[in-house]
């Protein structure tokens, strides 16, 4: 009994949708090192187990966290953010006279002084790029580890995080801080604020947000969410 030409149509089409998806499968199971470029094949991992190149030591992969673990630690540091943003972070006393500033007004000062190029490096490293990263993290890990859905913005949102994330200095801005007061100590009254203490416990918390990297993320998301 010879076959139709739209049945034959219709099984190489079905033949070809297989191909794509074993060869898609077969390219998720790969990874290559963003450092040497040398690629190889996953192996399952361990929680808290990492996969490094064996030429130049760089780290491949990861074994994902949990998405509502990872999103409470996230809005934790949205907490902290804000606290150390709207509370002073030191206060200074001299001969009865003292001053205090947040860290916006440390950036505003910048610009009546003259010095708005400073200015705008402590806005753009220390409060939009960690807030946006914040935000963006959220948008992400809510839809996924909550609701479990993609986001309708998931691969914007992750290549912006993948621009800007290099950008956040807290830290930088934390130690630059520490050094001064150091130098001051024996010229004034240094009072710590609130906001200083948010900033140590918030450099912590960035710093292990960091630490998951966006393709692992991505990675859990195909796996999870097909």
């Known amino acids: 009994m010879s076959q139709s030409p739209l049945s034959t149509q219709v099984s190489s089409t079905e033949a070809s949708d297989s191909a794509i998806q074993a060869k898609a499968l077969a390219y998720a199971e790969l990874v290559g090192c963003e450092e040497c470029d040398t690629v190889y094949r996953k192996v399952q991992l361990a929680p808290g187990e990492r996969a490094y190149c064996i030429c130049c030591g760089a780290e491949l992969y990861q074994q994902s966290k949990s998405f509502t673990g990872l999103l409470a630690v996230v809005l934790t540091a949205l907490i902290v953010f804000i606290i150390a943003n709207c509370f002073p972070i030191v206060k200074v006393e001299l001969q009865g006279n003292s001053s205090q500033t947040t860290l916006l007004g440390a950036a505003w000062t910048m610009f009546q002084v003259d010095r708005a190029f400073v200015g705008v490096l402590i806005l753009i ?16 890990l809510s839809f996924v580890g909550l ?27 934390l130690i630059g801080v520490l050094v001064t007061l150091v130098k001051l100590v024996g010229m004034v009254t240094v009072i710590p604020g609130i906001a200083l203490w948010a900033f140590a416990a918030l450099s912590v918390l960035m710093v292990y947000i960091a630490s998951v990297k966006l393709t692992s993320i991505w990675d859990e998301i195909d796996r999870c969410l097909p």
């Open 125 to 140: 490293t220390t409060f939009i790029v960690p807030l946006l990263d914040l935000l963006l993290l959220i948008y992400i």
């Open 147 to 173: 609701f479990k859905t993609r986001p309708t913005f998931l691969v914007p949102a992750l290549r912006i995080l993948s621009l800007f994330r290099i950008w956040g200095m807290i830290e930088v801005f």
